[in-house]
C-alpha cells in the first residue's frame, strides 16, 4: 500500500482527530495519547509538529488523509546521540507493512538530518505487532525491563528496541 510522510499541515485536524480517537491505538501508547481524542487535541499536536525546524514530526499519508503520525523525539544531556522514536498507524490500515515501511524511511531521515547514532522505541511488552513491525524494521531488542508502564491500573513490561547507524 502506497503512503508518504509529510509535514503536518493545519488542514490535517478533522481527519487526524478521527482516525486518532480510537481506544485501540491509544491502548498501545503512553498516556500522553489521550483518548478520546479531540479536535482541540489535533490542533495543539499539528501546532507542535510544525513549530520545530526540521521537521520531526511527520504525518503519514494515504490517499490525501492523515492515517497517522511518526516521530522522532530529541534527547537531551548524556543520552543526545539518541532520538526516541514513537509512530502509530489508523487502525484499518494495520497488517499492511506501512509502519515497517515508514518506520525505514524516517531513520534513513533522521540520521541524514540530525547527529545521532541511536533510535529507539519503547512497546509495551504485550503489543507483539509493534515488536514485529521494529523488527521488520532493521530493530534489536535491547532490554526488556519488567513491570516498568502503568497504564489502565496495570503494570506492563517495557521494551526497549533500537537500531544504530554503521
Given at each position: 500500500?502506497d503512503?508518504?510522510?509529510?509535514?503536518?499541515?493545519p488542514?490535517?485536524?478533522?481527519?487526524?482527530a478521527?482516525?486518532?480517537?480510537?481506544?485501540?491505538?491509544?491502548?498501545?501508547?503512553t498516556?500522553?495519547f489521550p483518548?478520546?481524542y479531540?479536535?482541540?487535541?489535533?490542533?495543539?499536536f499539528i501546532?507542535?509538529?510544525m513549530?520545530?525546524?526540521?521537521?520531526?514530526?511527520?504525518a503519514?499519508?494515504?490517499?490525501g488523509?492523515?492515517?497517522?503520525g511518526i516521530g522522532?523525539h530529541?534527547q537531551?544531556?548524556?543520552?543526545?546521540?539518541?532520538t526516541?522514536?514513537?509512530?502509530?498507524?489508523e487502525e484499518?490500515?494495520w497488517g499492511n507493512g506501512i509502519a515497517?515501511?515508514?518506520?525505514?524511511?524516517?531513520?534513513?531521515?533522521?540520521f541524514?538530518?540530525?547527529?545521532?547514532?541511536?533510535?529507539?522505541a519503547r512497546?509495551?511488552?504485550?503489543?507483539?505487532?509493534?515488536?514485529?513491525?521494529l523488527?521488520?524494521a532493521?530493530?534489536?531488542?535491547?532490554?526488556?525491563i519488567k513491570?516498568?508502564?502503568?497504564?489502565h491500573?496495570?503494570?506492563?513490561?517495557?521494551?526497549?528496541?533500537?537500531?544504530?547507524?554503521?
Amino acid at each position: 500500500m502506497d503512503f508518504k510522510l509529510r509535514p503536518f499541515v493545519p488542514s490535517d485536524n478533522l481527519v487526524f482527530a478521527k482516525n486518532a480517537n480510537n481506544p485501540k491505538v491509544a491502548n498501545q501508547l503512553t498516556n500522553q495519547f489521550p483518548n478520546p481524542y479531540t479536535l482541540e487535541h489535533a490542533n495543539n499536536f499539528i501546532e507542535m509538529a510544525m513549530s520545530q525546524t526540521p521537521t520531526r514530526i511527520f504525518a503519514i499519508e494515504i490517499n490525501g488523509e492523515a492515517i497517522g503520525g511518526i516521530g522522532l523525539h530529541e534527547q537531551k544531556d548524556v543520552y543526545e546521540k539518541n532520538t526516541e522514536m514513537g509512530y502509530w498507524v489508523e487502525e484499518h490500515f494495520w497488517g499492511n507493512g506501512i509502519a515497517t515501511k515508514a518506520i525505514k524511511e524516517i531513520v534513513e531521515y533522521g540520521f541524514k538530518t540530525f547527529d545521532i547514532t541511536r533510535f529507539f522505541a519503547r512497546p509495551f511488552g504485550d503489543n507483539l505487532a509493534s515488536q514485529r513491525v521494529l523488527e521488520k524494521a532493521g530493530f534489536t531488542l535491547e532490554a526488556t525491563i519488567k513491570n516498568s508502564f502503568y497504564k489502565h491500573g496495570k503494570f506492563k513490561d517495557e521494551l526497549i528496541y533500537a537500531i544504530r547507524n554503521g
